[in-house]
């Protein structure tokens, strides 16, 4: 089993900044990317970014796409979201999850865990 446990969600204005975390602990061994999705009340949860093991990839969605950077820190088990320039419509729960195809396929199918979520709320 794999645990993730997010933090650094909060309220922000618009235009602010916000860095997400989120530390793995348990079998890491057993997935070889993350990612982070998000999602909104009345809205599939959706593809944020991910990032593979050696952290020389990542992806992004087309709306964060030069906003946020997704980065890890192996050594800490952590990967982080710093997320700039933030508007009304990032306001979500950001979930963290590990999975082999997250870099791949960039859906929440390919999520083999899952964080429980912190909450970003961006007023304007």
């Known amino acids: 089993q794999v645990q993730l446990v997010e933090s650094g969600g909060g309220l922000v204005q618009a235009g602010g900044s916000l860095r997400l975390s989120c530390v793995a602990s348990?079998?890491?061994?057993?997935?070889?990317?993350m990612g982070w999705f998000r999602q909104s009340p009345g809205k599939e949860r959706e593809f944020v970014a991910a990032?593979?093991?050696?952290?020389?990839?990542?992806a992004y969605s087309d709306s964060v796409k030069g906003r946020f950077t997704i980065f890890r820190d192996n050594a800490k088990n952590t990967v982080y979201l710093q997320m700039n320039s933030l508007q009304p419509e990032d306001t979500a729960v950001y979930y963290c999850?590990?999975?082999?195809?997250?870099?791949?396929?960039?859906?929440?199918?390919?999520?083999?865990?899952w964080g429980q979520g912190t909450q970003v709320t961006v007023s304007s």
């Open positions: 990032i593979n093991w050696s952290g020389d990839s990542t």
């Open positions: 348990g079998r890491t061994f057993n997935w070889r990317a």
């Open positions: 999850a590990a999975g082999a195809l997250i870099l791949t396929l960039q859906t929440p199918g390919a999520a083999d865990y």
